[in-house]
């Protein structure tokens, strides 16, 4: 279980007069509980890669706290991490290994030995179906298939918890078809706490049974996608999204309208949604 209180988190850019602060993340709360999948939804820019880093401990938020199956990350960090397997975008493999060395280096560098860090890349290659790739080096790997490796690597010390930040960037459709079948693996033969970080509505309506939807730094909306439907008046996940993340001022000003907001004969200044 992942438990994220009141984060939040401001970034400095330059110095002296020319210093500017932007307020990544301001008071973010949510939870995610075991044997789900938490979808968190926002527009770019609402502070989702900056909460995920925070939760995944590489860096310290200014506010509030996170906790991995109860163990403050900021306080116990070794000991909440050892519970977390963090795939990010920046996927870094070493070129030069194979997809299985790559595997179980980080196996022993989460303290496994040899045999059990390669019993692990064994059983991880079946669960996401890359036993062909296992012996070939990683360098010209594809998009899906360092996705994979990246992920295995990321499951080699069998976290109970994983947060996935946009991991279907760059992956066509087979590839995505994969990456949700094997987290749904993961969350039902395996009972994980999954959380990714998405701006494709489609993916989180079909993968999540829980959306918490951020906007500007901040939690706006948290619940299942027919609670979110409900509560924004849509039968349309795309519209309920717009409608929690945005103000109506600010769709006025983006020329954006939600088709419940058109008015008959007027066409929307920059279309309806
Ligand atoms: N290291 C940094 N220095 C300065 N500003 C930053 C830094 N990291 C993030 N930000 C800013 O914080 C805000 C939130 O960024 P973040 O990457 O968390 O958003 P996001 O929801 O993941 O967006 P996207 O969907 O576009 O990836 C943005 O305005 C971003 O420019």
């Not at 298939?145 to 279907?168: C, F, G, Q, S, Y």
Request: aromatic share 4%; net charge neutral.
């Amino acid at each position: 279980m992942i438990e994220v209180s009141s984060l939040s988190k401001r970034f400095v850019q330059g110095s002296g007069k020319k210093a500017q602060t932007v307020q990544a993340v301001s008071g973010v709360s949510w939870r995610a509980a075991n044997g789900q999948i938490t979808g968190l939804l926002g527009p770019n820019g609402a502070g989702k890669t900056t909460s995920l880093r925070m939760v995944a401990g590489l860096i310290a938020p200014d506010e509030g706290e996170v906790r991995v199956d109860g163990i403050h990350v900021a306080t116990e960090t070794q000991r909440a991490l050892a519970r977390l397997g963090a795939l990010s975008d920046a996927r870094g493999l070493y070129p030069r290994l194979t997809a299985r060395e790559n595997i179980v280096y980080f196996g022993r560098l989460h303290g496994l030995s040899a045999a059990a860090a390669a019993a692990r890349a064994e059983h991880l290659a079946q669960l996401l179906e890359m036993k062909p790739l296992l012996d070939r080096r990683t360098e010209g790997f594809s998009q899906g298939e360092r996705m994979k490796t990246a992920l295995a690597r990321a499951l080699v010390h069998d976290p109970a918890n994983i947060i996935l930040d946009e991991p279907t960037n760059g992956l066509d459709v087979l590839a995505t078809r994969a990456l949700r079948e094997a987290l749904r693996r993961l969350r039902d033969e395996e009972g994980k706490c999954i959380v990714f970080s998405s701006h494709i509505m489609q993916e989180v309506e079909r993968l999540c049974d829980q959306v918490v939807v951020i906007s500007h730094g901040r939690t706006v909306a948290e619940g299942t996608v027919p609670d979110l439907l409900q509560r924004a008046g849509e039968h349309d996940f795309e519209e309920a999204f717009i409608g929690l993340a945005f103000s109506a001022e600010e769709r006025r000003a983006a020329g954006l309208q939600l088709a419940r907001e058109a008015v008959p004969g007027h066409a929307a200044q920059g279309g309806v949604l």
